[in-house]
């Protein structure tokens, strides 16, 4: 039985409500509160003092119009409405934390790798080596509208633009600065040697590039890499991408056969099985005793929105919720959002799909005293052939205060949570190797 430490993302976003709609109106939640930025400082010193690997933060552009063909609940219920740009809060939070990764959420259909690149460049240098990005390429028509498009891209095209994307940010993250191009030399004059900065040259069905890098190699160079994706194409993109995977389940068995399918498709692509960690979005509600735990989910569900739940998963599905009966089959047919969602609850029933979002998502949920929980996530790890978990908040920060007080000591004494942060860059400390990526990976082709 597998015996590793269980890593661990708070999933969070710039906005009043992320995952578990209709909780920002329960009287200890400080989502309202996500325009100031010591609400953002406090949360990254909470989740450094709980050793947590990361905080991934997501993001959208558009918004969800799908449900009822409009924005009244999204609006009503703040369903990721307003919401922020996330990189500007990274600065800030790397400011007064150490050891503290963040995984940020960027849509590459609508960004100029050229420009891209030197933002997560930017970004990897302010925190030492400590900035990831989650690659997306979008879901939502609103988004395509509101970008100058009159639809959104065909699911498998937006990958196709995505490998291409990838090819142009390697070239100029990998291989225009040499390791030492940089010289720093005052008393010569020299700063840098021009002869060991190259010019990328890059003509693609999607981009044409030509130019220097603009930014020096950071710690990563590279940003670490998350991706979440579980169609065929999906899955083909983060067999030859990702660093980290996001895949969701509705028990371990399901949840191994989708892990071992990645690290397959891995292996085919010519790298290893354990190149990828593998985490799974969970929510937690924890108590000192399993009955205090029951109460406290009970006393969440009177804050609850599932109408919000299905609201924000009428846009992940392409599809109108509220024009089916309540025990209407469902059937999602051809769609250009999330396939692989949209194939999962084909043939549910919207009294189906509202009793699981009860807590206003349908996320796993754990519910039980430290021991229970610990037992759960464990199981999760072990049976389902994964590496950790992005813990959502259910209430911020009472649900991450909750799970650091209480599950993280109970992991420790097991021997599957670590006791202190190892030294080095967001990568070093999940791979226990170099800042760079692996020779295996496509970016080692362009280096010099």
Known sequence: MSQKEILLNAFTMNCVGHIHHGMWTHPAD????????NYWLDLARLLEKGLFDGM??????????????????????????????????????????????????????????????????TLDHLTQGRIGWNIVTGYLDSAARAMGQSQLMNHDRRYDQADEFLDVAYQLWEGSWQDDALVIDKLQRRYANAQKIHEIDHHGEFYQ?????????????TPLLFQAGSSPRGIAFAARHAECSFVNAASPQALKVQSQRLRQAAVAAGR???????????????????????????????????????AHFSSSIGLDLAAFELDEPIRSGDTRAIQ???????GWTRRQILAQHALGSRYPLIIGDPSQVADA????????????????????????QDFIDMVVPELQQRGRYKTAYRSGSLRQKLFQHSDRLPTSHPAAHWRR
């Open 56 to 121: 991934f933060i997501a993001d959208i552009l558009g918004v969800y119009d799908v449900y009822q063909q409009g924005i009244g609940i999204t609006a009503r219920e703040s369903i990721q409405l307003p919401v922020n740009d996330p990189l500007l809060l990274i600065s800030g939070m790397a400011s007064v934390t150490e050891h503290l990764g963040f995984g940020v959420t960027a849509n590459l259909s609508y960004e100029a790798p050229y420009a891209f690149a030197r933002r997560f460049s």
């Open 30 to 37: 400080r989502s309202t509160e996500f325009t100031s930025l």
């Open 209 to 221: 590039v030509r130019g220097y890098h603009l930014s020096s190699p950071s710690p990563q160079r």
């Open 340 to 346: 692989s969602v949209s194939q999962a609850f084909d």
């Open 377 to 400: 996530l464990i199981t999760w790890i072990d049976e389902g052939d994964i590496d950790g978990f992005n813990l959502t908040r259910i209430l911020n920060p009472q649900s991450y």
């Open 272 to 310: 290893q099985p354990d190149d990828i960690r593998i985490f799974m979005g969970i929510s937690v509600i924890v108590a000192a005793s399993e009955q205090e735990a029951q109460e406290k989910y009970r006393s969440y569900l009177e804050y609850a929105s599932p109408e919000a739940g299905i």
